[in-house]
């Protein structure tokens, strides 16, 4: 089984681009703080590499790159995934990341008025990935 679950801080806007065939995708990190102190008494964090792609009507990548902000918390869900590529040198690199299925404000940001903002019913979720062919890697 592989399921994961985040509740960490944006450590910078997601990048939102597109596909060729016009998917959108969305890349973030989030910075996701241990549940002890280290020998020094200091909480660290871990910085966990994470990617959101739409998914038929569900604009899931589009959501969150247009309106996640640094510093934001967030509460994903989604699985890990590993893949690999030949680098520039020719040596074969490994990618760990979060595929997000799933995706909310841990704490409501807040619009210009000052209300609570909430997300579109329905349109933080996703649904299958989209076919091989369409993942931009």
Do not use: H
Request: charged content about 30%.
């Amino acid at each position: 089984m592989n399921i994961v679950v985040l509740v960490g801080r944006l450590t910078k806007p997601p990048e939102l681009r597109y596909s060729q065939q016009g998917v959108g995708v969305a890349n973030f990190t989030l910075a996701v703080d241990r549940a002890y102190k280290n020998a020094q008494g200091e909480k660290e964090a871990d910085f966990i590499n994470c990617v959101a792609f739409d998914r038929g009507n569900y604009k899931l990548a589009e959501y969150l790159g247009n309106d996640l902000q640094k510093g934001q918390q967030v509460t994903v869900r989604g699985s890990i995934r590993v893949r690999t590529y030949d680098g520039q040198d020719g040596a074969k690199k490994w990618v760990t990341e979060v595929v997000v299925d799933e995706a909310r404000y841990a704490k409501p940001k807040q619009d210009n008025r000052g209300d609570a903002w909430e997300p579109p019913p329905g349109q933080f979720r996703g649904g299958e990935l989209p076919p091989e062919e369409d993942i931009p890697f």
